[in-house]
């Protein structure tokens, strides 16, 4: 599907010889960087943007009030971040998130009564299940993959770290049935409870208009998508510094992470930073090395014997948890196309801090590992990289210094919220960032509707997609 006119395409390309071109477009046209030049040479993009909102500001407030007004919601971005998409035919209520937020914990819906979303994405660890490599389920099974978090998720253009699927509705239905997460048979047992519990059958009706016995697992999906649509973080150091011109919001060093982020790292290419926001990802899908190694001999193989599988109607949300081999073939899954043989979804980096361990397979338990990875130019160890790797993964030559510096910075992405929630509860990972929840907000204008889902991509998209270098 081609997506000319979107939000997400007006991303600057990464082409290995306009690496200069998306510096300066991401530098705002002020033209290479140097770590010397600091914090004005790193915010030339907070004065153009402040000068913009102040001529718009009052007309954008207006009329978020008016909307907002209209269609009972408030959709109210933090400095950094874009409005949130909220698809059409599910606008947001105060009650709906409610109920979403209530379904999103209930522990009923798993075949033991042990598990709910919350159990792998829990809010002091940022929505994930950190330090767990991969995922626990129902009778502590376990799955195949690393717990993403679901903050920011409402931004992504596919959900999964395949995208397998479109969005966060259709998302929300297969953990119940996945055999290593809920391990339900089938949705009923879900259907029963909110058609029989009287405060679920309350809260339907007020939400939806609906009868006990007229609510669908559509509804459930729908309340839960709207309460995650609430999970947004922005308002980090680093966008106090970058969007918010408070030049003391990052450390020296790390404002030397950031310009190695951005320059020698070519982290940005595709873990993107645009001018007036960052999502840290670009919604493509790469291999850079990571869990190949495990099937590289086999691909053909396993590749084949996937395609069988599927062709001959296996579930392919439970065929990946549940076999390890399966799971390393990464966007093939999705696409049948040889070529996504191991890519996967650029991950946001916000709040990275404190959701270790990395990478789908959660392999690389620390930073300091991830950056090493990049730094060997995506494979650790002896012999030559995957014959799937990306272009855009080579050796990178980084100091020690340099990676210290990156990794400084890849703290700076902690939103106060979060940093603050982990440091309540003992057990989670901490994070050396500092918290500011008193920061204020900037409000921005409410969404146009859900991002096109790309889930069934041709192959030819997924080859466009795959590498940034191409
Ligand atoms: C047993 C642990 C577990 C449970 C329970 C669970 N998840 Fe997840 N979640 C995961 C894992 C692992 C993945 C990644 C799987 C993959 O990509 O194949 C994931 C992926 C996601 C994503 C995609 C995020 C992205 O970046 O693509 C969302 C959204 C999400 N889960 C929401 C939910 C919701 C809503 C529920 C409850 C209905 C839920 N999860 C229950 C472990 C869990
Ligand atoms: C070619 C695109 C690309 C480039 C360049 C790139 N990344 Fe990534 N990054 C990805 C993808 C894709 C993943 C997920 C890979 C996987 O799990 O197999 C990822 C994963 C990560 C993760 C783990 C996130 C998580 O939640 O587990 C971190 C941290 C990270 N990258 C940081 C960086 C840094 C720092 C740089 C620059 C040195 C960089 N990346 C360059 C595409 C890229």
Known sequence: MKRSTSRWSSRPAALPGRVGDQRRAVLGGRGTLRPSRTAAALRPTSNRLSARLSGRLWGLLVGLILVAAAARMVVAAPLGLPAVPIPPDNPQTPEKIALGEKLFHDKRFSATGEISCASCHAAEKAFTDSPKPVSEGIRALKGTRNAPTVVNAAYLTTQFWDGREPDLESQSLQPFVNPVEGGLADHGPIIEIVRTDPDYVAAFRQVFGKTAETITIDDVA?????????????????????????????????????????????????????????????????????????????????????????????????????????????????????????????????????????????????????????????????????????????????????????????????????????????????????????????????????????????????????????
């Open 222 to 470: 729908k309340a839960i998508a709207s309460f995650e649509r609430t999970l947004i973080a922005g308002d980090s150091p680093f966008d106090r510094f970058y969007f918010g011109g408070d030049p003391d919001a990052l450390t020296p060093q790390q404002i030397r992470g950031l310009s190695v982020y951005l320059v020698q790292g070519r982290c940005n290419s595709c873990h993107v930073i645009e001018q007036d926001q960052a999502l840290f990802t670009d919604n493509k899908f790469h291999n850079v090395g990571v869990g190949i190694d495990r099937i590289e001999g086999d691909v053909p193989e396993l590749a084949s014997a996937f395609l069988k599988a599927k062709n001959a109607g296996v579930d392919v949300d439970v065929e990946v948890l549940t076999n390890p081999k399966s799971s390393e073939l990464g966007r093939f899954a999705v696409t049948d196309d040889i070529s996504t043989v191991g890519a996967f979804k650029t991950p946001t980096l916000r709040n990275i801090a404190l959701t270790a361990p990395y990478m789908h397979d959660g392999s690389l338990a620390t930073l300091e590992e991830v950056i090493e990875h990049y730094d060997n130019g995506g494979f650790t160890g002896e012999g030559p990289a995957n014959p799937y790797l990306s272009g855009g993964i080579r050796p990178l030559g980084l100091t020690e210094q340099q990676e210290e510096d990156l990794v400084a910075f890849l703290k700076a992405l902690t939103s106060p919220e979060y940093a603050a929630l982990a440091e309540q509860t003992p057990d989670a990972t901490r994070d050396d960032a500092p918290a500011r929840p008193d920061t204020p907000r900037q409000v921005r204008a409410p969404g146009q509707g859900a991002a096109p889902p790309v889930a069934s991509s041709i192959p030819a998209a997924a080859r466009a997609a795959i590498d940034p270098a191409q």
